[in-house]
């Protein structure tokens, strides 16, 4: 591993090394250019991940200590996680099941496809799914996303029969076992998937894509990476130019240290990006770095999610393969006769038995809790992912008092539903329900969201410096040679799991920093 | 009425000496009982006298109430509750004073020997308290996070030293017509 001076003012220092952090570093170091990459998890292997769920959870999940508001049940349940997500190196690309979406043509256009919807702070994207398009086809390559470059689907799973025999019933046309960064056989030097069905807790073979194991050590492999693992970065520092030119964190021992930087990029995922903006205020930026549109934190967006859980007659054992083992998109579209903007993708999920007695009714007990239980083997499930809208209210902020291990202010997530949200929400239940009950369903559970997997927005691109954070290749409005490279960045959520989508971003965005550095602009 | 019974003669499985709470599993065949050495449990108990585990272990019944779920599964609640009021002494009042509760609202101020609906009756009248929580909170993971609780409902846990499930069933629901390969592809064969 390159050893990098914590005076050389040279580097692009990156902060998060997940699905934006971890693709940007390797693409700048691709084009040569130097990296340190800052993490403030330590390093797990395909040899320690653990298929067990509450091991796993403590040995990935971000745990350290947020608050949360708002009228979202998650705050009720689980004050002090409103995310689940990860600190560690790959970040949540160990825990994310896969699946890989584009966003569609018109959700890139929300407030002209929609129009202005009261309460909403929608807004165009500044780039078109045609902008977007050839990163895509990069992301799906380097991703080795089933059905795309020739390579085959997944053999979907007992759940997934579920999933396809009521969506037969219910008339739906677009289901299938998904477009999957989970090597359907071997490919890239990593395995195929023996359908372990721990997806969210690492995968042991490493056929599901993260960047642990891609693209980390292929920019190690250049020789232009240096990664800190166990690093937690406190603040943005800026010269008297109002640029960035360096970044101060805790090293793994604990020690303060400052690393001088060229270009810094921001990548720790929608609540600890604009922490850290906010936790950079000066004299210079009272309001924390590139917050002159007051917009940093604000429209925060988790995806309309929710799940339905139905049990049977007969075993289905859902647990048996990926988690994520098939998908419909019917309801992906924008229908507004349906009474809501936007639309929602189902999914077929599954938790062990540990997790399900934890999420599928948080603070439940009594009989119906118990029943639900007692049928775990004849239970299918899926999931929905729907598009969230942004509000200027649902926002990240510092806590007033409550501070971190290292003496840093928490995040406070606030998050309300927008009654758009709400009728979505109702809609993609009776439609879970219904397509389980026309399979001969027993019983069907709705379960209201889990902590946050999909957290976007609070550092949006705008085509104006006034309507959001950042441009349309992730620099922000007000610093040039800061830059927002995670879902962050994201205008409006659209319906689709963001990961492909951070991946293309990153992509795009090292090509225009590269550009940018070689042509002196930053 | 057969939850009734199973509760009375599993009743007279648990007993109590001297700081153990043992007891006897029911089930004398299938996956669950091969995992147990023996068909006697015991839990020595560190910090919660005899019968304030004992309650605690019947209130966790009530709470998630799995009729054929042995006892010996529902004692990893009371261990788990047992080690934090030894760690915590506001743990251990709370735990006291609950069954104290408990008692004090039955008749002859025992709450053991209630039948099982007043039993249940007085457990509801405590929904919210700090005992009731506590009770339920520990639960939700002590009593489905152990082998035990897994083998009994079925969950198979750790896939990956067995080769995960690509040759052990993954694809095995048979009472529903088979996808088609276009939608969902046959699996890779090296």
């Known amino acids: ?522 | 009425m057969i939850n009734k019974l199973e509760q009375e003669s599993k009743r007279k499985f648990i007993k109590l000496s001297g700081g153990m709470l043992t007891g006897t599993l029911i089930a004398t065949s299938g996956l669950f009982s091969c995992m147990a050495p023996t068909r006697r449990w015991s839990l020595p108990l560190t910090s919660l006298p005899d019968n304030v585990a004992e309650s605690i272990l019947m209130t966790t019944r009530h709470i998630f109430p799995h009729a054929k779920l042995e006892d010996a599964v529902y004692a990893l609640v009371v261990k788990d509750l047992d080690n934090s009021a030894a760690k915590d002494p506001a743990v251990k009042k709370v735990l006291i004073d609950g069954v104290a509760m408990l008692n004090k609202k039955s008749k002859n101020n025992n709450w053991l020997l209630e039948n099982h609906q007043d039993q249940y009756t007085i457990v509801l009248s405590m929904v919210g308290s700090d005992f009731f929580e506590k009770i339920r909170g520990t639960s939700i993971v002590s009593l489905y996070n152990n082998d035990m609780a897994w083998a009994h409902f079925g969950y198979e846990g750790s896939s990956f030293e067995k080769g995960g499930y690509i040759n052990r069933g993954f694809q095995d629901l048979n009472w529903l017509p088979e996808p088609p390969h276009s939608i969902s592809p046959q699996k890779y064969k090296i």
């Open chain 1, 1 to 522: 591993m390159k050893n990098i001076n914590l005076n050389d003012s040279n580097t692009v220092v990156i902060i998060g090394s997940g699905a934006g952090g971890g693709t940007l570093a390797n693409e700048l170091c691709q084009q040569g250019v130097n990296v340190v990459l800052l993490e403030a998890g330590s390093k797990q292997s395909t040899k320690t991940f653990v298929n067990d769920e509450w091991k796993s959870f403590s040995q990935l999940a971000w745990l350290d200590n947020r608050s949360t508001s708002g009228g979202w049940r998650v705050s009720k349940d689980f004050p002090n996680l409103p995310a689940w997500i990860c600190k560690t190196v790959g970040g949540s690309t160990t825990h994310w099941a896969g699946a890989s979406l584009r966003i569609q043509a018109h959700e890139f256009k929300a407030l002209s496809t929609y129009g202005s919807v009261k309460g909403a702070n929608l807004l165009d994207w500044p780039i078109t799914l045609d902008d977007l398009a050839p990163y895509y086809d990069l992301a799906e390559n380097k991703m080795g996303v089933t059905r795309t470059n020739g390579i085959p689907g997944l053999p979907g799973n007992s759940n997934f029969k579920v999933m396809y025999a009521g969506a037969e019933k219910m008339g739906y046309k677009q289901c299938h076992t998904g477009r999957m960064a989970i090597n359907s056989k071997p490919r890239d030097g990593r395995a195929g998937c023996q359908q372990l069905g721990f997806c969210f807790q690492g995968c042991k073979m490493g056929a599901k894509w993260s960047t642990l194991y891609t693209e980390i050590p292929a920019a190690m492999a250049t020789g232009n990476l240096e990664l800190r693992a166990g690093c937690h970065v406190m603040k943005i520092q800026h010269n008297d130019k109002g640029l960035a030119d360096g970044v101060l964190y805790i090293d793994e021992d604990g020690k303060q240290q400052l690393q001088k930087a060229r270009v810094v990029c921001v990548a720790g995922n929608s609540i600890e990006t604009p922490r850290l903006l906010l936790n950079s205020a000066t004299e210079m930026f009272p309001n924390g770095l590139a917050n002159s549109s007051d917009q940093v934190g604000r429209n925060y967006m988790r995806h309309t999610t929710g799940s339905v859980y139905a049990t049977f007659d007969k075993p289905v054992r859902m647990w048996r393969g990926t988690t994520m083992a098939g998908i419909i998109q019917d309801e992906a579209k924008h229908d507004p006769s349906r009474g809501f903007v936007g639309g929602y993708e189902l999914e077929t999920v599954s938790l062990g038995l540990p997790f399900m007695a934890a999420f599928i009714d948080p603070g439940a007990w009594g009989k119906k809790f118990a029943n639900a239980l007692d049928n775990y083997e004849n239970m299918a499930g899926l999931w929905i992912v729907g598009e969230d809208l942004p509000q200027e209210s649902n926002r990240i902020t510092l806590h007033p008092s409550d501070k971190d291990q290292h003496g840093l202010p928490v995040p406070n997530v606030h998050f309300d539903d927008h009654p758009n949200d709400k009728i979505m929400r109702e809609h993609a239940f009776e439609q879970g329900t219904k397509l389980y009950k026309s399979v001969g369903a027993k019983e069907t559970y709705r379960v209201p969201p889990y902590p946050s997997t999909h957290n976007l927005g609070t550092c949006r691109m705008s085509l104006h410096a006034k309507d959001g954070v950042c441009n349309k290749h992730g620099q922000t409005h007000d610093i040039k040679n800061l830059f927002i490279s995670d879902g962050s960045q994201f205008t409006t959520s659209a319906a689709e799991n963001p990961t492909l989508t951070i991946v293309a971003l990153a992509i795009r965005q090292a090509q225009f920093i590269a550009n940018q550095l070689s042509t002196n602009k930053i």
